[in-house]
Structure formats: C-alpha cells, structure tokens
C-alpha cells in the first residue's frame, strides 16, 4: 500500500514553545486590559468626587481658657506637622516593625502578609489578624470609611497601588505618621507626643516611640492615660518586633521599657474640656455662618483651674458615694450673672461617655422649679411673710403631698420656700394660674416645652441643666434675661476675625422690689432650709434644692452676684438612686466649687431691696424643725437638773 503524500499548506510548522510564549503574551495582556478595567470601576465607586487629589488634613480647632492659656487642640494646628527628617530613627523603626515590616520592599500590598492572615483567621474561625500595609491603612484614612466589608477591602488595595505609584515610600511614611489616630484626640505624631509626653515628636525616647507605635492597632484599647499597664505591655510587644527586625537589642529593649515616663499635664488629664468642645463645634457655623475650612483659635470664657476642679470634685463624689447610693452620672453648669459659661462638666467621664449631659439631657427639676412661683406670687400681690396654709390639699385628682407627709399650717411663703413645702406651693400654682407661672418660666429663659397644670408647681416638666442655670441667672444680676455664652472671639490662623460677641444684653425681665423679695426667700433656702449644705462664710448666697419623684433625680441651683451654678445627679436609664435628695451630694458638690471659685472676690449683695417687716416670725423661733431634704436636728431633752441649774446661773 502506498503511502499518502503529506499535503502542503503552506504554513511553516511554529515550535511549541513559541506557540506558548504567544498564547502567554496574549493572557498577560487580556489580564492587564481586564485589571485596568477592574481598577477604573473600582476608583468610579468611590464616593468622593476626585479619589486621585489627595485630602488636605483636617482643619483645626484651639480652645483658649479666659486667662489666654490652651484648653484643647482638635484636628491639625500649629506646628504640629512632623517632619520624617526630624524625627529620631527609632520613632520610624517601631511603627515600620510593629505595623508593617516589609514596607519598603511591597508595591503597596503584601501577598504574604494577606495568606498568613488568611491562615490565621482560618484556623481561630474569626477575623484575629488583619493583613493591611502601611500604605493601605493610609489610603483607608484619606479616602474611605472605617467599615469592614469585603469591598472596602478591595477599594483599599487599589488605592494603596495608586498611592505607591504616585508618591514615594518616604511620603507615604510621612503622611501615615501625620494622619494616624493615637487616641486622646491626637491625630498624628506630633500631637500624640505632646498629649502623652508634654515634649515634640522629634525628641522622643525610644521607649516613648514604641508606646506610640503601639497606640495605633487600637488608640482607646490601649491609651495610656486610661490603661497605663496594658499600654506598657502593648509597648514591650513592639519593643521586641524591633528586636526580631534587627533594629535594636533586647538590652536595648529592655532598658526602653523601663525608662517610659507619662507627662501629660493637668488639661489633658481632664477630659471634661472636651464637653465644652463639643458645644462649641456644634455652634460655629451659626456663629461664623460659614463651615470651617482653616484652622480657627475660639477665644472662650471658660476658667480653667475652676473647669478641672469642678471636674475632679464630680468624680471623687461619684466614686466614693456612687455605688452605695446608686449615682451613676453628674453635670455641673457654672456660670457668670451675665450668662458666659465659666466650667462645664457634661458626666462623669468624656472618654467613657461624650453624652453632655448639661445640655442635651431632660430632666425633672422637682423643687427647683419652685423660684418661678414664688417670683409670680410675689409679683401679683404676696410677700415674703404672707402666710398660707400648710395642709393636705386635692385639685381633682392630684393631690400633692409634702416630704414625708409632714404639715405645717399656717406658715410664711418664706418659711415654705425654706422648707420646700409641695402642698404651699401647688396653691399659690393654682390661686394665681399655671399658665402665669409657665410665662414667668419662659419669660427668665425656660425654652423647654412646661405644661401648665397644677403640678408644674413640683417641677414635672422636663428641662436641662444648662437652661435651668440661665434662668436663675436673673436673680444674680438684677433680673436681666441672658442667654447662656461660652464664645467670646473666633480668629483664623492667619488672623481673620469670623466672630465677635458684642452687645449690652436682653434687657430686663424681673422688677427690683419682686427681685428682692425673691432673693429674701432663697436666702433663707440656704440659711436655715433644705440647702444648707450649701453654706459658705464671707458671701451672700441663695439657692434651691430640688428631688424628683422616687429620688431619681437630685438638683441644687444657687447663686452669688458673681457666680451662677447648678448641679444634677441621677441615672441615664432614670433608675432612682438611694434617698439622694438635692440638699445632700448636689449641695455639697456646690459648695466645694462656689467657695473655691469665690477665693478672693469681693462680698456683694444679691440685687434687689426688700426689707422685712419688724417682727417677722422667723424659722427658729415659729416653725418645727425642716422636713428630710436635710437630716433634723435631734436637740437635748431639757431636764430638771437643767432648769435648776439655770435658776442659779
């Protein structure tokens, strides 16, 4: 059989590995064109409008005590820029071995670091280590949310590539080292170093570096003003990657550990500031009518010795008293006569909890509500020694009931102011009306909604702290409305003036012979009623206590011609506390701050003139001893041997 002839196509017969290398180049090529296309879809879902310009940081804010000092720095400000050349080698060393090892050698992302955690959070069944650059965490903070999702993830590795590509490892290095939160409200190295240190980021120990290379996996976990033991742990750990990196020795190391010395000073250790910081941040573009673009300086009228003890004072009641007594949370408002806030303490802890309490938070002010309808009966015909009658009493179906259902008779209303008497005060609510008695609150500065029933007289309708102390403000400087102030100037870094307070007040609310009467009434509170507690030598001093039902809520408002202030204790889940009345922790906690604050002032007489008529029944001599808003006085049995020994004396 003969063989066939192999046909000629014509086409030369190409080696094999050349028809691999063909089919190679043309994958590489489909891959790039698919990897660009993936990459360009990626870069369009991002939310902001130019992912490629990299965001300026954020503008700043200075806070600036009454005396010119620095209360508080938020965001970028002056001279807090770092320098990679400036800084000492080991600052960089720790946060390149603790964070990201092979940072100088990846192109933005680390296979090896992403399959080892991978394998890891495979094994423990739960995300335990996180494969993330350097490069990546920086993209993360310019340019996307803090949320954990696989797309963010993706969105991530892009920009991370597109920051290699565009900058160099130095400058990605640099802006990391100037955007990364360390806690405590520190963005960036250099605040971090003066908010933990007191000192620049360029001259920082070795140790001091490691603690803040730690600080970044997680800022509050480990922020050392909070967590001292566990920072310094945290710190070892990076210690010892330096020491597997090769950067340092374990001698090295271990002398590092040991020379970690914290100086933050004073303001920083008191995270009470920040309340008033959010205060202000939340009035600015109402103040500035425009949003914040640069870095501004807020000139403030708050004192800063008497913000920190105000604070402190807080705190040391809470933690003596407040598990036995169940107090879970505090405020403190202190204010001038005419209405610029001179501390302000929103709860027990910032860092805990940022919920300002003495702005946001609505409460029963129980009794101290009471001044408003005594100023209306006093200002419709009453005086302080007209007398009413102390007795059980029933409008419909509220019949209110003195503490402890103890009565009186016939008593003066400045006995009943005294003595918080509920059953006295619901009748003057109802013999002059509710609806003046809410007009007269909201004429003094109430802005909250009151509901004019006869109850309003027991303070049933919910109000802030913050706006409580304003309207008490009146009594202190001759019965002229304000409206609490913290902001006295707002300058640019470059100068620029974007608000000014100017201005001579909201003019006058309350009469002088009303006022004066008023303030004859609230003296005696503090002289010989339920706030004395509150009581301070070298002053003149007025006030109100105030429990709402079931003690869930403790107030004390008193008042000098110098200072304003009112404090609040309670429960944010409104759970009552044990017999915690307003003449007890709250008065105390006011007087530690108003005879600290009034060191050095002059004596000045609350306004007003009202002079008693001769022979007014006073509440030594006429009435029974006060009910529990302050523990009685139990007095000596006087026996016979007394009266013989008087006969002879």
Excluded: C
Aim: no cysteine; charged share 25%; aromatic share 10%.
């Amino acid at each position: 059989m003969a063989k066939r002839r192999k046909r000629n196509t014509g086409r030369k017969k190409r080696h094999p590995l050349l028809r691999a290398l063909r089919w190679l180049v043309l994958a590489a090529a489909a891959g790039f064109v698919l990897f660009v296309g993936f990459l360009t879809y990626v870069f369009l879902s991002l939310d902001d409008a130019d992912p490629f310009q990299i965001p300026g940081r954020t503008p700043g804010m200075m806070l600036v005590a009454s005396d010119g000092s620095v209360l508080l720095e938020r965001g970028s400000f002056f001279g807090d820029e770092a320098r990679l050349d400036r800084l000492p080698e080991h600052m960089v060393q720790a946060i390149v071995a603790i964070e990201d090892r092979r940072f100088w050698y990846h192109p933005g992302i680390d296979p090896i670091s992403l399959v080892r955690a991978m394998w890891v959070n495979w094994r423990a069944g739960k995300v335990k280590q996180g494969g993330s650059t350097i490069t990546q965490q920086l993209a993360k903070n310019l340019f996307l949310e803090h949320k954990r999702t696989f797309w963010r993830k993706v969105q991530e590795a892009a920009l991370a590539l597109w920051l290699e590509w565009k900058l160099s490892k130095k400058e990605i290095l640099s802006l990391y080292l100037n955007r990364v939160y360390f806690g405590a409200g520190a963005y960036g190295v250099e605040q971090a170093a003066k908010r933990y240190f007191g000192k620049s980021a360029q001259d920082l120990s070795l140790g001091e570096a490691a603690l803040l290379a730690g600080l970044v996996k997680a800022p509050s976990a480990y922020n050392p003003l909070r967590h001292k033991k566990r920072a310094i742990r945290r710190a070892w750990v990076v210690l010892q990657a330096m020491v597997d990196a090769g950067y340092i020795t374990k001698r090295q190391a271990r002398a590092a550990l040991k020379s970690i010395r914290l100086r933050p000073n004073d303001l920083q250790r008191s995270s009470s500031v920040n309340f008033v910081a959010d205060w202000i941040m939340a009035q600015l573009s109402m103040l500035t009518g425009q949003d914040m673009t640069e870095s501004i300086v807020v000139e403030t009228t708050i004192d800063a010795a008497l913000q920190h003890h105000a604070a402190r004072t807080l705190q040391k009641v809470l933690a003596r008293h407040g598990r036995k007594r169940r107090i879970g949370q505090g405020a403190i408002v202190v204010m001038r006569p005419d209405g610029a806030v001179r501390a302000m303490v929103g709860g027990r802890s910032y860092t805990r909890n940022a919920f300002n309490r003495a702005v946001h938070a609505k409460r029963q002010p129980g009794s101290a509500f009471k001044p408003f309808v005594f100023l209306t009966a006093v200002e419709n015909g009453f005086t302080p020694v007209s007398v009413v009658r102390d007795e059980p009493v029933r409008f419909g179906d509220y019949a209110p009931r003195n503490h402890g259902n103890r009565y009186y008779g016939p008593v003066t209303l400045t006995t009943a102011l005294a003595k918080s008497l509920n059953s006295v005060a619901v009748k003057l609510a109802v013999r002059l009306g509710p609806e003046r008695v809410v007009e007269t609150a909201y004429r003094l500065g109430i802005s909250s909604p009151l509901n004019p029933v006869p109850a309003i007289a027991l303070g049933v309708s919910e109000v802030s702290l913050l706006e409580l102390v304003g309207a008490y403000a009146p009594f202190a400087n001759g019965g002229r409305l304000v409206s609490p102030w913290v902001v006295r100037r707002i300058i640019t870094r470059s100068g620029k003036v974007l608000y000014e307070r100017r201005g001579s007040g909201l003019g006058r609310v309350v009469k002088e012979r009303p006022l004066g009467m008023l303030n004859y009434m609230m003296r005696a509170v503090v002289r010989e009623g339920t706030g004395r507690n509150a009581r301070f030598k070298g002053h003149d001093i007025a006030g109100k206590t105030g429990t709402s039902q079931d003690y869930r809520d403790a107030w004390f408002v008193g008042y000098s011609a110098h200072l304003v202030t009112g404090v609040w204790l309670g429960n944010d889940d409104n759970r009552p506390m044990k017999r915690v009345t307003g003449g007890s922790f709250p008065a105390i906690i006011w007087k530690s701050i108003m005879s600290r604050a009034h060191k050095g002032l002059p004596f000045r007489t609350l306004p007003g003139h009202y002079l008693p008529p001769p022979r007014q029944p006073t509440l030594a001599r006429r009435a029974p001893t006060p009910p529990s808003e302050t523990p009685p006085v139990h007095r000596k049995k006087y026996t016979v041997m007394d009266f013989i020994f008087d006969l002879f004396r």
